[in-house]
């Protein structure tokens, strides 16, 4: 694909990361990402060239802070502002133990050693694997990977403007090396939130690429 960097050969130092593979984020769910589900099998097919994988699960008790159902008065997709910063108001989604929060059925997975829930905590969104929305509280994912012998990370999953965006953005803060797989995730694209995001996280260092320049074992 065009303007794609160079292939990623996985090695031992090299983990997966699949953010948000859940049934609300796939057709017929609360916050459907338009062709969300289309990212199982391409994150299948590359599963078996990672030797460590991590899964994330939005994970959100009912009343969430960021549902707009919290706000009186307030719609899905407006913008508020919260104690720590902007906060986009969504609909309510990944309700903890609902069908909508659960991993989608198709997922194959099986070097998957870790799955991170994130946005338990009622006050605070959390859209990255590495540090919730208040931009302080960790998930404790950054030291897990170094103690796991983990330098380099590729990314996964949906959305790419939302979850993955801030969770390969955060991989890079934290000195790993990062790349996001432009096929293996789907976006939202609300109000040029795509375009943005990319725009991000080249200024940051991450690295973009197809899943055909991924090397398989």
Not at 114 to 130: E, P, T
Not at 146 to 175: E, K, N, P
């Amino acid at each position: 694909m065009t303007g794609l960097t160079p292939a990623l050969t996985p090695g031992a130092d090299t983990a997966m990361i699949v953010v948000d593979v859940q049934n609300d984020f796939c057709s017929g769910g609360a916050l459907a990402v338009p062709e969300g589900e289309a990212v199982v099998p391409v994150i299948n097919a590359l599963a078996g060239a990672f030797g460590l994988i991590v899964i994330t699960q939005d994970w959100h008790p009912a009343g969430h802070a960021s549902f707009a159902s919290s706000h009186a008065g307030r719609s899905p997709f407006e913008t508020t502002t919260m104690p720590y910063g902007p906060q986009v108001l969504w609909p309510d989604h990944c309700v903890q133990g609902t069908r909508g929060a659960a991993l989608h059925d198709g997922l194959q997975l099986p070097t998957a050693q870790l799955i991170v829930r994130k946005g338990w905590h009622a006050g605070v969104d959390s859209y990255s694997a590495f540090v919730e929305a208040d931009g302080r509280t960790t998930t404790g994912l950054a030291a897990w990977l170094r103690a796991h012998g983990i330098t380099r990370i590729a990314v996964t999953g949906l959305a790419t403007d939302f979850c993955v965006a801030y969770t390969a953005q955060d991989a890079r803060s934290a000195g790993f090396e990062t790349w996001v797989i432009e096929d293996a995730c789907r976006a939202i694209d609300l109000n040029g939130s795509l375009a943005a995001a990319w725009q991000a996280m080249a200024a940051t260092g991450v690295q973009r690429i197809d899943s055909s320049a991924v090397a398989r074992r």
